[in-house]
Nanobody, 124 residues
Framework: QVQLVESGGGLVQAGGSLRLSCAAS????????IGWFRQAPGKEREFVAC????????NYTDSVKGRFTISRDNAKNTVYLQMNSLKPEDTGIYYC?????????????????WGQGTQVTVSS
């Protein structure tokens, strides 16, 4: 199973930026698609973005298109989520997840390994 550790969360004002990192264990194959999800208090976990092994195939949820950028550095076993123009509704715990196979996926149940999450709070 893949071990994942998120970092980079924090408190930021609306309009600000944060960059989240998801570091994977050395046992991780660089072929794992990686997804970012978030969960706000009282709400279900929702898909944010995902990326395939090469970085050539990417998917975003509509609410973050044009503001968030997902990327990966396979040499460092790390996936990043650059978040710009943050809004209060982006507040939540952000999780990265890995899945077996090559296909991208947007449902949490399609992912096999999860990190512990990192808190992102956007103040208005």
């Amino acid at each position: 199973q893949v071990q994942l550790v998120e970092s980079g969360g924090g408190l930021v004002q609306a309009g600000g930026s944060l960059r989240l990192s998801c570091a994977a264990s050395r046992r991780t194959s660089s072929s794992n698609p990686i997804g970012w999800f978030r969960q706000a208090p009282g709400k279900e976990r929702e898909f944010v973005a995902c990326i395939n092994w090469s970085g050539a195939s990417i998917n975003y949820t509509d609410s973050v298109k044009g503001r968030f950028t997902i990327s990966r550095d396979n040499a460092k076993n790390t996936v990043y989520l650059q978040m710009n123009s943050l809004k209060p509704e982006d507040t939540g715990i952000y999780y990265c997840a890995a899945r077996r196979g090559l296909r991208l996926a947007v449902l949490p149940e399609e992912y096999d390994s999860w990190g512990q999450g990192t808190q992102v709070t956007v103040s208005s």
